[in-house]
Antibody, heavy 119, light 107 residues
């Protein structure tokens, strides 16, 4: 059974940093492309970043490029999102998800972790 | 970026009724469209991909159709557990592979 469990969210001040983690189990993590998405009340669902199976390739949304970094540790079945220079617009629920092999949609999601950026 | 417009924003229906949800794209997507279901406090769940292929474990009452710019998700007979928000996502132009704003199916 595929399981993705995010952690690391919380309340952070504007300009601050957070590191999100996603623990994966129940599937071949080291063979899977992974993504971070977020969901904010007004902006809806948004892809933030994705990473290929061996970490050689990453890609970011314009809204987070240069501030967020996606990484993974295949030995520990873990995905990470380092977030810097946070603003109120980054407040959202953050999800990790697997990218399907048969297309660029998301076949498994974690339950999400809430990030609130506020002074 | 490709825009996806979902309609209606809210659909009020009763258990046993048929529900038809629409997703319209600003450009052709061929068949590269997925549908997700999201219940309060939960993650989205993949229902349909490739316009009409049900994901593993999805009941047969869910079906998808359409092509190019017009797509439909149909729930043939609403069950109590189907009351949720439904999102379409295009992946013909990915990344970013935009999402619609959602249709809430309520009693």
């Amino acid at each position: 059974q595929v399981q993705l469990v995010e952690s690391g969210g919380g309340l952070v001040k504007p300009g601050g940093s957070l590191r999100l983690s996603c623990a994966a189990s129940g599937f071949a993590f080291s063979n899977s492309y992974m993504a971070w998405l977020r969901q904010a009340p007004v902006k809806g669902l948004e892809l933030l970043a994705y990473i290929n199976d061996n970490s050689r390739y990453t890609n970011y949304a314009d809204s987070v490029r240069g501030r967020f970094t996606i990484s993974r540790d295949n030995a520990k079945n873990s995905l990470f999102l380092e977030m810097n220079s946070l603003t109120a617009e980054d407040s959202a629920v953050y999800f990790c998800a697997t990218l399907a092999f048969s297309g660029s949609f998301y076949d498994h999601w974690g339950q999400g972790t809430l990030v609130t950026v506020s002074s | 970026e490709i825009g996806l417009t979902q309609s209606p924003a809210t659909l009020s229906a009763s258990p046993g009724e048929r529900a038809t949800l629409s997703c319209r794209a600003s450009q052709s997507l061929r068949s590269n469209l997925a549908w997700y279901q999201q219940k309060p406090g939960q993650a989205p769940r993949l229902l349909i991909y490739g316009t009409s292929t049900r994901a593993t474990g999805v009941p047969a009452r869910f079906s998808g159709s359409g092509s190019e710019t017009e797509f439909t998700l149909t729930i043939s007979s609403l069950q109590s557990e189907d009351f949720a928000v439904y999102y379409c996502q295009q992946y013909n132009h990915w990344p970013p592979g935009s999402f619609g704003q959602g249709t809430k199916v309520e009693i």
